[in-house]
Every structure is written in structure tokens, then in C-alpha cells.
């Protein structure tokens, strides 16, 4: 490795951020500006570079790297579906003789690969580590590995250098961070291993401090702009500010948890309010519970929040660790945001091992039904360093590891209820659907604020959709899951039999009227055989019938043996069980599919012998080709 510095008596780190020069996702200049914002690992690293050095930064999404850039030093941040591009400058730099440093969560994850491609690399959370490789370079003693001993404090933090992006390249350079780490242990992310599983918070006032002096730089630079342009881009650009186009319209809170703390929340939204911007966050979904919290948050200026929603199934939720979000509290929950002005961002992931091909249409409608502005959909990646990947490793499940289709964009390992490709296929679909010109209207007509830079948002990523991911398509079983779920009130409440295989805290007289529905879930068996029925709350004969005839429109439509589990249902009338023996009815689907009733003997044995049962394989607990 060389140390040897340039001609020049400064010397000149150069900060890579990677983007595959093939990479089909690859934004154009007006999708960046309409959604995209930078990350902040690399600014944040040049603002811990000593004053002494001559930084530049390069985002191979914005700009292209020649390789010829001069320089003494490089460092380089990887995210893992960055890796190989990264090993490649790397790669470029060392055979001209520089030094390179790499960082980041991949290379914290995967050292030892890392290491082969490069000089050195930092291990965790930078800005400790940083000052002393610098150090260490300038005395030629610079070590392989440099591993974080303990979190950085965020007090007296460094501003990152947002200054050094390239201008006119993002939706906006204000971004910045109040927190750190995440408490909660979601099993597919990377931020709690990564950045610990407390929070840390900048203090308000160094937050505050470090917004105005980049509020006042971004409008100089605008300023500066609208005065050197001509008449008609000065007013082109007074137009863009005006509807809220322009970049530095909104400051971006990039951290993973920003509203971990209320009462940090509560100092810091206040403090704000003085500052008359527009700002985003990440945050989680309950937030939406607190109304006074959400409604500090819009008077703030708070117009758009990132929900990590993840999945409209509390199974799929329960799986990955995220039980914290409640699907049934969703829908009340971005109404209250939308009730304050504020824009619901929702990211979906498609994939878990409860997800089948039900999943996508299920999760479309419930997000068009809701209107939200955006979504943000990605298949299920088991990512170096998380739970996930420990465990599919284990299960021998992930299939591929070219680190390039760890983007959320290509499925990596064997789907438990679908094929990867119709996980696949069902992640294109939804991407199309979403953002079709029927689900536009419908999500952004009851927009009344900020409605032109929402719409500009839809639009190009639409554009972005359709140049670079097939329509996609959901197989015929997808829908026929779909149609068997339902939620059926119950009307009929007398001679209520409680199902003996379910325990009841209070006795029937005492269940409320939200009991009284019946809710019917449906999924594919794990051994892909049959389709299985979950009954839950109270079975009558009006809800019986009409799980009848769901029952045989599913068999004629997926021609697959179907299972019916009683185990959950709290009650179910006489009458129900005797519908649910009708012979018409059994002779009507034997035809096209098995027909079996799991749990119902244990469950309601006593009526079963008054009524009898005409076809003791009904009982089976499984289906023949299970």
C-alpha cells in the first residue's frame, strides 16, 4: 500500500458511495429529485476528517467515478447489495497504488471477505474509529481492522458535511439524525445489531443549532441560483419552492427510530416549530395512537412519516418479532396521521414464512382502501448480521449469495408457502398495481395539502416501475386464498355451545359484542396440498352457509383438498354444525376436492351424536395428499 501523499502539501480523501453502473433500478436525475434522499454514513465521515485534508465525496448514483480521481486516500461505505461494485473501485484505486479503507454494516458483518478487497476496514459506527485511521495513515502504521469498542457519544456531534453532494441531485440535501439504535429486535434488520438495542439522542439544542445553519446554507445556494438564472428559471424555481418541489422544501430525519422517546419527541418538535420548515421521519405505527403527540408533530411541520408496517398480517408480524404492530389498530392509525395532514409512507415486505399468494393482493388492497400516499415494497432479504440469516442459514434455505440481489429486489432463498417465483412475481405485481393510474387517484384524491409534490412523487415512481420491472402476476390459487377470507357477523346468539377445546376466562354470557363475528383466514397447508381454513369467533347458521358456499367456489376454482380448523372458533349454534354436515352440499364438492373438518369432533362432540355424521372422513384431521 502506498502513503505517499499528492504533489499538493494537503492531502485528498475521496468518499465513495457505490451503485453499479448496470444496476436496472438505477434512478434518472428527476426520479432522485422527486424521492430520494441521500445517506449520511459518508458526510458524516468527512465531518470527522481533520481540517487539514482536502475531502470530495461521489455517490455513483448521482455521478460517475472515472477511477482517475486524485487522491491519498479512499474510503468506501457498503451496503451488502453494493458489495461487489465496491470491490471493484476498490480493486481500481489499489492498482493505482492508493489506500482504501471500507466501512459500513457489510464489511462489519463480513470481515473477513471485506478484507481481501481492501487495505483496511472499520468495523461498526465510525466517528470514534475515524480520527485515529487518519492518524495511523499519516504515520504509515495504518492497521487491517479497526473494530468499535463501545457506541460514539451523539453529544457535541459533528455536523455531517451535506455540503459535499452534488446539488440539484436529491429531493433534498437537509437531512440529518436525532437518535440512534433501535430497541425493538425485528428479525429481519440490521439497525438494532448494528447501532445497539437502546437508543441514543442528540441534545435538542445542537439538533436545532445544526438545522438552521443548513437551512440558512441551502437558501443561500438557492438564492445565489435564482440570481444568476434567468428570468424565466428564477421564476421556474420560485414556482418549484412554492408548491413545495424545490429541494431544502423539507428536512429529512434519517434516523431508524426517530420518535423512540416522547419526551424527547415533545422537547424537540417544540423547539421547532420556531424554525418554520417542513420535515419527514421514520417512525413506527403507534405513534398514530398519541394525538396530541401527532398533532405537536404537524404543528412542527411534520408532513410525511416512513412506517415500517411491514405486513397486514398479524402472523407474519408475531414471525418476525414485530408483534408491537398491531393490524388491527392500522387503520385507525394512519387516519390520524392523515386527520393531521401528515403523509403515510408505508414499507411492505413480501416473504415471511406465513405470507403466501395471498399476500400481495391482500396487502394492495388494504393499502389503496387506506389511502396512503406511498408505499415501499421489498421481498424479504436475509441480510449478513441479522437473526434471519443466522436462521435460513441454518435451514440451509438461502440459495444464492451474490451479494448483488440483496436489494429487497430478488429473492435469495426458499420461500416457505410459494415458489420464488411467485414471490417474485408477486412483488412486481403489487409495484404495478400500486402505483397504477386507478390506485393513484383513489390513494390521492383526499389529499387537501402538499398534493402537487405527492402526486410528482407517484408519477415518477410509476415511471421508475414500469422502464424497469415486469408487470408481474399472481397465480389462480392467490385469489381463491383471498375470496375465503372474510369477517362475518353473527346474528343468531341463542343456544351458543362453547367449543370445549377453547379456553374461555368468562363464560359465554359474558362475551362482548365484538365477539360476536366470525373471522375466516385462509392459507395454504405447509406441504402445499391443501388449502387450510382457520375459523375464529362465533359460527351461526347464516355465517355456516356462507362458509359453505366459499368453500365450494374454492374447490371448483384451485381444484385442491381443503382442511377446515375449528380449533379457535370460541362458539357455534346447533344449527350451524348440523348446515355444516348437509349432504347436498358435500356431494357438490366432492367432485373437485377433500373436504376435511379438523378439531370439530373434540369440539363439539355432543352435538355431533344428536346430529350424526354421515361421512366419518369429514372428521380426518388431514387431507390424502397432505
Keep these: 500500500m502506498s502513503t505517499r501523499p499528492s504533489t499538493d502539501t494537503r492531502r485528498k480523501l475521496l468518499l465513495l458511495d457505490p451503485y453499479p453502473r448496470n444496476n436496472p433500478y438505477r434512478m434518472t436525475a428527476k426520479e432522485r429529485r422527486a424521492f430520494w434522499f441521500p445517506k449520511l454514513s459518508l458526510p458524516v465521515i468527512a465531518g470527522y476528517t481533520p481540517p487539514d485534508w482536502d475531502v470530495t465525496l461521489i455517490d455513483e448514483a448521482v455521478e460517475e467515478i472515472t477511477g482517475e480521481e486524485p487522491c491519498d486516500l479512499v474510503g468506501i461505505s457498503i451496503m451488502t447489495c453494493y458489495a461487489p461494485r465496491a470491490y471493484e473501485l476498490a480493486a481500481i484505486f489499489r492498482k493505482r497504488g492508493k489506500t482504501v479503507v471500507l466501512g459500513g454494516v457489510h464489511p462489519t458483518y463480513c470481515p473477513e471477505e471485506a478484507l481481501q478487497n481492501c487495505d483496511a476496514i472499520v468495523c461498526g459506527e465510525a466517528e470514534d474509529l475515524w480520527p485515529q485511521v487518519i492518524e495511523d495513515f499519516e504515520k504509515g502504521t495504518l492497521r487491517r481492522m479497526y473494530r468499535m469498542d463501545q457506541f460514539p457519544s451523539l453529544e457535541q456531534y459533528r455536523s455531517p458535511r451535506v455540503e459535499l453532494l452534488s446539488p440539484d ?3 433534498t440535501r437537509h437531512c440529518t439524525f436525532t437518535t440512534r439504535g433501535c430497541h425493538f429486535d425485528c428479525e429481519f434488520c440490521s439497525v438494532s445489531p448494528f447501532n445497539g438495542k437502546t437508543t441514543r439522542r442528540r441534545p435538542v439544542p445542537e439538533v436545532i443549532e445544526e438545522m438552521k445553519k443548513v437551512k440558512e446554507w441551502i437558501r443561500s445556494e438557492v438564492v445565489e441560483r435564482m440570481t444568476k438564472d434567468s428570468l424565466f428559471g428564477a421564476m421556474k424555481t420560485a414556482g418549484r419552492i412554492w408548491v413545495g418541489l424545490e429541494e ?23 423547539a421547532m416549530k420556531s424554525l418554520n420548515i417542513k420535515w419527514g421521519c421514520q417512525s413506527t405505527m403507534f405513534l398514530g395512537d398519541d394525538r396530541e403527540l401527532v398533532k405537536l408533530a404537524a404543528d412542527s411541520g411534520c408532513v410525511s412519516v416512513f412506517v415500517g408496517l411491514e405486513s397486514v398480517s398479524a402472523d407474519s408480524l408475531d414471525e418476525t418479532n414485530k408483534n408491537f404492530n398491531q393490524v388491527r389498530k392500522f387503520e385507525d392509525q394512519i387516519k390520524m396521521f392523515h386527520d393531521h395532514g401528515i403523509m403515510v409512507n408505508p414499507g411492505m415486505v ?5 405470507d403466501d399468494e395471498s399476500v400481495f393482493e391482500t396487502a394492495i388492497d388494504f393499502l389503496v382502501r387506506n389511502r396512503v400516499e406511498l408505499a415501499y415494497f421489498n421481498v424479504l432479504t436475509p441480510l449478513p448480521g441479522t437473526a434471519l440469516y443466522e436462521r435460513y442459514e441454518r435451514e440451509g434455505r438461502i440459495f444464492d449469495k451474490d451479494w448483488s440481489k440483496y436489494d429487497g429486489k430478488h429473492v435469495v432463498f426458499q420461500p416457505r408457502r410459494m415458489s420464488p417465483e411467485q ?8 409495484n404495478h398495481q400500486f402505483y397504477s393510474w386507478p390506485s393513484i387517484w383513489r390513494r390521492l384524491s383526499h389529499t387537501g395539502q402538499r398534493l402537487i409534490p405527492r402526486l410528482d412523487m407517484n408519477w415518477e415512481f410509476r415511471k421508475l416501475i ?12 392467490a385469489k381463491v386464498i383471498k375470496n375465503l377470507q372474510t369477517k362475518l357477523p353473527t346474528f343468531d346468539t341463542n343456544q351458543l355451545i362453547p367449543n370445549a377445546l377453547y379456553s374461555l376466562k368468562q363464560n359465554v354470557q359474558a362475551v362482548g359484542q365484538q ?3 366470525l373471522n375466516i383466514r385462509a392459507r395454504r397447508h405447509d406441504a402445499f396440498a391443501a388449502l387450510f381454513i382457520e ?6 347458521d347464516l355465517n355456516a352457509k356462507e362458509l359453505l358456499e366459499r368453500i365450494k367456489k374454492a374447490a371448483k376454482d384451485a381444484r385442491m383438498d381443503i382442511v377446515v380448523n375449528f380449533e379457535h372458533l370460541r362458539q357455534a349454534t ?3 354444525i348440523q348446515t355444516l354436515m348437509d349432504g347436498e352440499f358435500l356431494r357438490s364438492v366432492k367432485p373437485y376436492a377433500n373436504l376435511r373438518y379438523r378439531k370439530l369432533k373434540e369440539a363439539f362432540q355432543s352435538t355431533l351424536q344428536e346430529i350424526g355424521v354421515s361421512d366419518p372422513g369429514l372428521l380426518e384431521e388431514t387431507p390424502k395428499n397432505a
Aim: aromatic fraction near 16%; include cysteine.
Design 350 to 354: 413480501f416473504g415471511f414464512d406465513n
Design 466 to 477: 414500469k422502464r424497469t420491472s415486469p408487470p408481474g402476476s399472481l397465480s389462480p390459487v
Design 423 to 430: 414471490l417474485l412475481e408477486g412483488f412486481f405485481w403489487a
Design 248 to 270: 431544502g422544501s423539507i428536512v429529512a430525519f434519517v434516523d431508524d427510530l426517530h420518535n423512540s422517546h416522547r419526551a424527547y419527541c415533545r422537547e424537540l418538535w417544540s
Design 574 to 576: 346447533p344449527k350451524a
Design 535 to 540: 375459523l375464529e369467533g362465533t359460527l351461526d
Design 169 to 171: 441531485s436529491y429531493m
Design 515 to 517: 365477539e360476536l363475528f
